[in-house]
């Protein structure tokens, strides 16, 4: 008898600005990624009438953050409020998956969540992101634990992350991200780091410099990329999506 | 159903889905002509979709133009959809009315993607949540002989008929220099005991897009953009009770590049200390880092002085010099300020005009302002308010029920374009001249008046007798 393994939803963070990414990426996951049960959309309420999101997914309308580079690691913070699976997959709106990916083999290794970080100095140990989960969580944290998403986080880790704000900053986590800035700010290094620090052993940690953690998934920019300027890079369905004006 | 297509079995329309049955030759090509003759003697309007209850227009859905045919002239086409679709239905022992047609065009490049015809939502109209059948008539032809457009699974011209069909509903229009593809469709829904008329109660329903909404590629084609879109979808628009604030730095910038770098100190500095605000705000942001000295840049600005009893004065939206023709930008930021106003509470919104302004007053009167009592006298001007309830404004103004992303994209029809040009120019150009300290020659007196320095009472004070009495009455010594 084989036991059922864990629900798996996958939560996006989008924008207005951020539609055709969104667009790309939401066709990409219909197209490659299974293993997974909804796929959820979360978006600011002022970006909800200047933009359409794809049939066929879980919308989430969110309040509107005064600096909503800030407002979407808090989104991000709160994702176990949006579902009640057991692991949440965080995508961005310009990661693209380009091949087959199960989720239920990608996700786990030997019966435990695969959890990235790296090992390497390519962020300097004096970033302000690289250094957010010992600012944090008060503890020495030696790896860089604010390589870019995918990132698949148990439920647990999010409450447990709200909590210790206001625990040890006695504010809230929205308050705490305010002060510290988004320089200084790395809501995935912090969820990583709950990991790290308290319950290392529950995970199967992997360095990015040995092995890219997503093969299957391409992380664009979409600050400084559009689809179409990188159509070239991605598989003929997704290409002709990418290149439409 | 169409010319020359191979007729009779049902066909699956792909897993799970619903069956598709071909009829060949519902109508004789001379019928389907005269059709598309009617059709094309109409200009026809942009094809809605149907979304939470409303119909709306959207380009990334459907694109194509929808014709009104009039009942008696379409009577061939409903007529053969109501033998088809009576065919199709027998022995199931319900009756059954026709909701339809439509009749569409497809120009090259246009389509109608995959979509289904009937709806769960209950706030849908019944008729489209007992749709069992739909029924599309092809008014084309598959071979370019029978002096038909020519129509191959979605395809239109030469290039299609080569083999570039096309599935899932999708109606997709190669090039071919024929005239497009021209169709009808109609859903038939359960209704027992409902039959109207010998063609079954159908009505000759060809919904109109939602007002003030349209396809892009009506006004300009399907590849050209306004110069302002690429900006427009980046910006940031929002409201602000603390523009001073949060956007300092911004508004410094801002003022200086318009050419009314005194105004923050000379204005919004104490204004801010002593009055409440509103500010509607549109800012480009630098792709990175995202904060930071530089991090944001205004491009627009829209301003209102709140009273705590329910009325504001408008200060008219102030654009960069680059963003003077930006009408889709000034019309998404009067929209947000007036429906913020409306969830403060605010039932009057007032514009001050030259007694002599025709302009001004004009425009405005026609957006649902009134000249009110209110008034303030410069030593050399006298500017009386116009005043209007910011609901009915945003109604007058087209801008009601209009998504954001279409106003900032000017996805609207051309006479409401116009509106809104013809409002923001005559505001802008209207309060000019006081910028430049000229207030004889300027049609618009600005909201940016301090209530806390106004007689007492402030602008709503004692009105004297006779007068309503939420008219304020503002006299500048002169």
């Known amino acids: ?245 | 159903m169409r010319q020359g297509q191979r007729a009779g079995e049902w066909v699956p329309g792909g897993a799970g889905e619903p069956f598709v049955r071909v009829v060949e030759g519902a109508l004789s090509r001379e019928e389907c002509r005269r059709v598309v003759d009617l059709m094309a003697g109409v200009a026809g309007q942009a094809g809605p979709v149907l979304r939470k209850s409303a119909d709306v227009v959207d380009v990334r859905m459907r694109h194509c133009r929808e014709h009104m045919v009039g009942a008696q002239e379409g009577r061939v086409v409903v007529a053969a959809m109501v033998r088809v679709a009576s065919e199709v239905h027998a022995g199931v022992g319900e009756e059954i009315r026709l909701d339809g047609p439509k009749f569409c065009s497809y120009s090259p490049g246009e389509y109608f993607r995959a979509h289904r015809d009937r709806s769960a939502d209950p706030h849908d109209p019944p008729a489209v949540r007992a749709r069992r059948l739909t029924v599309v008539c092809v008014l084309n032809d598959t071979e370019p002989d029978g002096g038909l457009p020519v129509f191959d699974g979605g395809g239109v011209g030469s290039a299609c008929a080569a083999g570039r069909r096309c599935g899932g509903g999708q109606g997709r229009a190669a090039g071919g220099g024929v005239a497009g593809c021209f169709r009808c469709r109609a859903s038939a829904r359960g209704a027992a005991g409902q039959i109207g008329d010998q063609i079954l109660g159908h009505r000759l329903d060809l919904r109109p897009g939602r007002a003030g909404r349209v396809n892009r590629a009506d006004k300009k084609g399907p590849a050209m953009r306004n110069l302002h879109d690429d900006v427009n979808e980046r910006l940031e628009v929002r409201v602000t009770d603390d523009v001073l604030g949060a956007y300092r730095p911004e508004l410094a910038g801002f003022l200086g590049a318009c050419g009314l770098g005194r105004l923050l100190e000379e204005v919004f500095v104490p204004l801010a200390g002593t009055a409440r605000t509103r500010t509607a705000v549109a800012y480009e942001e630098r792709p990175w880092p995202p904060a930071g000295v530089g991090a944001r840049a205004l491009r627009g600005l829209g301003l209102a002085v709140v009273s705590e009893d329910g009325q504001a004065l408008l200060t008219p939206v102030i654009l960069t010099p680059q963003h003077r023709t930006n009408i889709g930008l000034s019309a998404a930021l009067l929209k947000i300020l007036l429906e913020d106003l409306g969830t403060q509470d605010i039932d009057w919104v007032a514009v001050f005009v030259n007694q002599r302004s025709q302009l001004v007053a004009g425009e405005l009167a026609s957006v649902g302002f009134e000249p009110r009592e209110a008034r303030v006298v410069t030593g050399q001007a006298e500017f009386t308010a116009y005043a209007g309830r910011p609901a009915d404004v945003l109604e007058r103004l087209g801008l009601g029920g209009v998504r954001l992303g279409d106003v900032l994209a000017l996805n609207l029809e051309r006479p409401l374009v116009t509106k809104l040009a013809a409002l923001q120019f005559a505001l802008a150009e209207g309060v000019k001249n006081y910028w430049a300290d000229d207030p004889q020659w300027a049609e618009v007196f600005p909201g940016l008046i301090d209530w806390a320095a106004l007689p007492p009472g402030g602008i709503t004070g004692t009105p004297g007798p006779g007068v309503d009495p939420i008219d304020p009455v503002i006299v500048i010594p002169r």
């Not at chain 1, 004096?126 to 989960?133: A, C, I």
Request: charge should be neutral.
């Open chain 1, 1 to 245: 008898m084989t036991s059922r393994p864990p629900s798996v939803d996958i939560v996006i963070r989008s924008y207005h600005r951020d539609e055709r990414w969104l667009a790309l990426a939401l066709r990409s996951v219909e197209l490659f990624v299974t293993g997974h049960r909804d796929v959820i959309v979360v978006i600011p309420r002022t970006s909800s009438t200047r933009m359409d999101v794809p049939a066929g997914v879980r919308l989430h309308i969110c309040p509107d953050a005064d600096d909503d580079y800030l407002g979407q690691q808090l989104t991000k913070l709160h994702a176990d409020l949006l579902t009640d699976a057991a692991l949440i997959l965080h995508l961005d709106s310009d990661q693209v998956f380009t091949r087959r990916c199960d989720l239920r083999e990608r996700l786990w290794e030997n019966g435990r969540p695969r959890m990235a970080f790296s090992s390497g100095d390519r962020r300097s140990p004096r970033d302000g992101w690289r250094r957010s989960p010992s600012e944090f969580f008060g503890r020495a944290v030696h790896h860089d634990l604010a390589v870019p998403l995918p990132l698949a986080v148990p439920r647990h880790v999010y409450a447990a992350v709200r909590d210790h704000s206001l625990r040890a900053h006695g504010v809230p986590i929205e308050e705490y991200a305010r002060r510290a800035g988004p320089a200084a700010f790395s809501e995935a290094a912090l969820l990583r780091g709950h990991a790290y620090l308290f319950e290392p052993e529950r995970y199967a940690w992997q360095d990015t410099r040995d092995a890219d953690p997503f093969p299957e998934c391409l992380t664009f920019w979409s600050r400084a990329e559009t689809p179409a300027s990188v159509a070239h890079r991605l598989p003929g369905p997704l290409a002709a999506l990418a290149a439409r004006p």
